[in-house]
């Protein structure tokens, strides 16, 4: 086994979500400069869930990203495609009326 089959992944832990035309990759950019945010930026607008559905398959892919996770706090997915599959996440409406989704996710 090589080594980076044996490496684990940071799963997304936080959740960006919204429709086409309304500032998700500019709040998702601005969201990215935080130093304590991890952005997977290479997968904007990917249903990770969907198109790795076996844990497997994500942990292989987001080893690939580029720079690597170094620690921060939030590890962000950010995507307009999600609102398209509501019944996995608990969606809830923002002040401004942005959809945001709470998706648990334990982290090893």
């Given at each position: 086994?090589?080594?980076?089959?044996?490496?684990?992944?940071?799963?997304?832990?936080?959740f960006?979500?919204?429709?086409q035309k309304a500032g998700t990759t500019t709040l998702n950019d601005w969201l990215s400069q935080h130093p304590q945010v991890y952005?997977?930026?290479s997968l904007k607008d990917i249903p990770l869930f969907v198109k790795f559905p076996q844990p497997e398959q994500l942990n292989k892919r987001l080893l690939?990203?580029?720079p690597a996770y170094s620690g921060e706090v939030v590890v962000?997915?950010?995507a307009v495609n999600y609102i398209f599959f509501t019944p996995n996440f608990v969606i809830i409406q923002s002040p401004k009326n942005l959809p945001v989704a709470i998706v648990p996710i334990k982290q090893t």
């Open positions: 086994m090589n080594k980076q089959a044996q490496k684990q992944a940071h799963f997304p832990n936080t960006l979500i919204g429709i952005c997977y930026n690939l990203e580029a962000l997915h950010s």
